[in-house]
């Protein structure tokens, strides 16, 4: 499927104008407003939640929302090409990998890289180069390579002197439509792959673009590999969107596809890409995204059952336990009376998954000799995989512990941050830590225990962990063990756990090593300050 074609049966699927048949192969799409979002204005910030959006039929006969719209609209741009990683022994590993191609600043300082429209919707102002923004610590978070339409510009103008039709007529005034520079975006995107790849992250009502931009695999000129955005987990309602090829689209080199979800229920998922995924994944493509929940917005003069109450009327969240054998978050057994204004793993109800910081840590092994073989140009042997590096947030010890982004000099002779996301975990003495734990290893389960301070999982595969009665089904324990394609919500709780350092590790003793070196592996720091 051509790119145009691609290009316009996004927007026809997502409601907007289709792009003028000059479009070019990379492109971007951020919409300041949608159906379901219709007021721009109100599409940059995250309103409170006070009731379920209410729907009527509208004019074309589509739904649209009449009176208090819940949500707003993100955006993100993400390259799929390869790229360096530096292990824990100090060895440079080639990937597979994708990078981040907008919020460059806010991914390099450990946060997702979504944004709002009017981030999203920004000119830089200079001039990207390799590496960037390792390379210059320049700050820019809106999408790399987006510029005015010159040629729509020029096009219309000419067109208005003569009196005749404008060939873009939907070109907005300041002439953004998601024409890009196709420059700055392989000067940023060549050999600049992250593990994980960058994380997502929204809330739940929000409607979420996400381009995909296929830069090519530099090392591997031979391969003419397609990329897709595959959500693991995640229940979206259309295939098209899914990112499984075989009954979705693939993105060729050279051309970008923007994805579109509603989000869906709260909770903890991750995404791969889906073109032969046990090599894709072993070799790099992998990344987190997670839901914030509805009550994160609920007033602090509201009670928490309240508003779970109130969301029984949304048809898409609605849980009735008595009729929906798959309903997922029903009312808690009991009212604790807890009001909202706080930070929340899920719509609990009862404030059961109330934390104060958040940390993210996806777990993923390398083998190194896959890894060689898979830029050399040999055959790679998918039976005899085996990993020996072990990593969270892509990092070994005792690189899990640095602070900030780790830069990787890749072929290009250029600094990138390979692995921007650290995997410290810092506690306030009496605070709550959710930790995001998600596992896309393709060889080995992984266990992970903790030291001196219990772990409350409240949350499996995106799930909280309830019954049908609404009775809470969370428990406690030292030590978790997941398998690739799974994922935990883990509180620490550091309520009289003395001031210290304690350790987040796995008792696996072999995945306690980088590669021949001991020490190192799947290990990190919890710091209670």
């Not at 790849?197 to 031979?222: S, Y």
């Not at 992970?448 to 019954?467: E, Q, T």
């Not at 799974?486 to 350790?503: A, F, K, N, R």
Request: contains cysteine.
């Amino acid at each position: 499927m051509s790119s145009k074609i691609v290009g316009t049966l996004v927007l026809a699927l997502t409601g907007f104008a289709a792009m003028p048949a000059i479009a070019q192969s990379f492109r971007v799409q951020c919409p300041t407003s949608t159906i379901t979002h219709p007021t721009a204005a109100n599409n940059n910030s995250e309103p409170a939640y006070t009731s379920p959006t209410s729907q009527t039929l509208g004019p074309n006969g589509y739904l649209v929302p009449s009176t208090n719209v819940n949500g707003a609209i993100k955006c993100q741009q993400i390259s799929g090409g390869d790229g360096y990683a530096t292990m824990g022994d100090g060895t440079q590993t080639y990937m597979f990998s994708f990078g981040p191609l907008s919020g460059i600043t806010n991914i390099s300082s450990g946060q997702p890289g979504t944004e709002f429209p009017a981030g999203f919707n920004t000119v830089f102002g200079g001039t990207l180069v390799p590496g960037d923004p390792a390379t210059n610590g320049v700050v820019y978070n809106g999408a790399v390579g987006l510029t005015p339409d010159a040629d729509c510009i020029a096009d219309n103008a000419a067109a208005a002197a003569a009196g005749s039709a404008l060939p873009c007529p939907n070109l907005p005034a300041n002439g953004l439509d998601g024409h890009v520079d196709p420059r700055p975006i392989m000067d940023v995107g060549v050999m600049n792959g992250n593990i994980p790849a960058p994380l997502m992250a929204i809330d739940e009502d929000d409607e979420f673009f996400l381009t995909l931009t296929n830069v090519g695999m530099i090392m591997r000129p031979d391969l003419f590999e397609q990329h897709t955005v595959h959500f693991h987990g995640y229940p979206n309602a259309s295939a098209f969107y899914d990112g499984v090829p075989d009954a979705s689209v693939a993105i060729n080199i050279g051309g970008s596809f923007t994805y579109y979800y509603l989000a869906p229920d709260a909770g903890t998922y991750f995404w791969h890409c889906h073109i032969t995924p046990p090599e894709h994944l072993q070799m790099g493509m992998v990344g987190q995204i997670y839901v914030r929940p509805r009550q994160n917005r609920v007033p602090s003069s509201t009670t928490l059952y309240a508003a779970l109450t109130a969301q029984q009327g949304d048809p898409r969240t609605a849980c009735n336990s008595a009729a929906d054998i798959l309903c997922s978050n029903p009312l808690p057994a009991v009212n604790t009376g807890a009001t909202g204004g706080g930070k929340y793993a899920y719509n609990d109800g009862d404030g059961s998954t109330a934390y104060d910081v958040e940390y993210p840590l996806q777990i993923h092994g390398f083998d190194p000799n896959f890894h060689f073989v898979g830029m050399t140009f040999n055959p790679e042997g998918f039976t005899d995989m085996k990993d020996k590096y072990f990593l969270l947030n892509g990092r070994s010890y005792p690189d899990t512990v640095t602070a900030g982004p780790l830069s990787t000099v890749s072929a290009d002779g250029v600094g990138h941050f390979s692995q921007p996301l650290p995997s410290i975990i810092n506690i306030t003495a009496g605070q709550k830590a959710l930790l995001r734990i998600s596992d896309l290893d393709v060889t080995e389960y992984q266990t992970l225990a903790s030291l001196g301070i219990r772990m409350h999982v409240v949350g499996y595969n995106a799930k909280l962990l309830r019954d049908q009665a609404g009775n809470n089904m969370s428990y406690y324990t030292n030590s978790i063990t997941l398998a690739g394609g799974e994922s935990l919500d883990v509180i620490l709780d550091s309520t009289g756990v003395p001031v210290g350092t304690y350790y987040l590790y796995t008792p696996n003793l072999d995945h306690l090593s980088n590669d021949a070196e001991n020490f190192g592996g799947l290990m990190t720091e919890i710091h209670v300050n």
